[in-house]
Structures are given as C-alpha cells and as structure tokens.
Nanobody, 122 residues
Framework: QVQLVESGGGLVQAGGSLRLSCAASGSIFIINGMGWYRQAPGKQREMVAS???????NYADSVKGRFSISRDNAKNTVFLQMNSLKPEDTAVYYC????????????????WGQGTQVTVSS
C-alpha cells in the first residue's frame, strides 16, 4: 500500500516562512509528477505548485516568487518552501502524486495525502 504523509504545517505570522514535506512510503518503483494543493474553508481545492520527475516546475500565480517546490527522488519526498506568507495562504495543504509505479501493484494514480494545516496570522 502506498501512502503520502505531509508534515511541516503550523501557525506563522504574516511575512514568515514554513517548509512542508511529503514523504511517500510503500513498495514504490517510480513516482511521476507530484504537487501541492490547498483548500481554504468554503473554497475549492486549488493547485499551488507541481513538479515533474525531471524537476520542471509550475506555480499558481498567487504564489510565484514566494513559494518553491522541490523533490528528492531517491527519498520519494517532495517539499514546498513557503516564504513571505500572507493570511490568504491559510488553508489545508495536500500533497498529490500524479501516478506511482509500484513494485507489486502496477501503476496507481491520483494519490493524496491527509493534509496539513497552514495558518498565517496578520
């Protein structure tokens, strides 16, 4: 069974920084695209940042220049460095894996973590 587990959320003042981590576990052979999404109360889940296995990145306009996504393929981990945080960044942040090639169960798609709360106070 493959799981994504996020960590690093918390409470921070506006202008501060947080670093989120998402570690994948299980019988993993390859993880393809990974990304971070967020969902604020009363709003739809939105893409924040994504990264291909080769390291190409994409960001939502609202976080460009402030957030940085990276990954460690050897450790099956993706990170989100969040700087200059704003109150509007407050949300539950979810890690996503586009598809994972597993050793025993073939390819599985659309894997989500349980989410980690990020709260930015003004």
């Amino acid at each position: 069974q493959v799981q994504l587990v996020e960590s690093g959320g918390g409470l921070v003042q506006a202008g501060g920084s947080l670093r989120l981590s998402c570690a994948a576990s299980g019988s993993i052979f390859i993880i393809n695209g990974m990304g971070w999404y967020r969902q604020a109360p009363g709003k739809q889940r939105e893409m924040v940042a994504s990264i291909t296995r080769g390291g190409s990145t994409n960001y939502a306009d609202s976080v460009k220049g402030r957030f940085s996504i990276s990954r460690d393929n050897a450790k099956n981990t993706v990170f989100l460095q969040m700087n200059s945080l704003k109150p509007e960044d407050t949300a539950v942040y979810y890690c996503n894996a586009e598809s994972i090639v597993t050793v025993v169960a073939g390819t599985i798609t659309g894997i989500w973590g349980q989410g980690t709360q990020v709260t930015v106070s003004s």
